[in-house]
């Protein structure tokens, strides 16, 4: 099986904020599905498949903006600790 080159930048644009939308909190392509409900799916276990049979208006290339969107978040020059 070939694997495909991702366009980072146009999985990037899949992701959209709107202050009507959610409260402005990132979400998927205007959709009232927010960024951070799909990573919390993901890290619960749920497959991609999972996901995608549950919330049938995202798409596979949803998934994958979502990851990208985080992955671009957590570029960051240094990490500040937390007070525990």
């Known amino acids: 099986m070939e694997k495909q080159s991702i366009d980072t930048?146009?999985?990037l644009k899949r992701i959209t904020s709107d202050p009507d939308i959610?409260?402005?909190?990132?979400?998927v392509r205007g959709l009232?599905?927010?960024v951070e409900t799909i990573l919390e799916l993901l890290s619960a276990g749920?497959?991609?498949e999972?996901?995608?049979?549950?919330?049938p208006d995202l798409e596979q290339a949803?998934?994958?903006?979502?990851?990208?969107?985080?992955?671009?978040?957590a570029h960051v020059k240094h990490i500040v600790p937390l007070a525990s």
């Open 9 to 11: 930048a146009a999985l």
């Open 50 to 55: 999972e996901i995608l049979a549950d919330y």
């Open 32 to 34: 009232r599905y927010p």
């Open 62 to 73: 949803d998934i994958f903006a979502v990851l990208a969107y985080a992955a671009r978040l």
């Open 46 to 48: 749920m497959t991609h």
């Open 22 to 27: 959610c409260h402005g909190k990132p979400v």
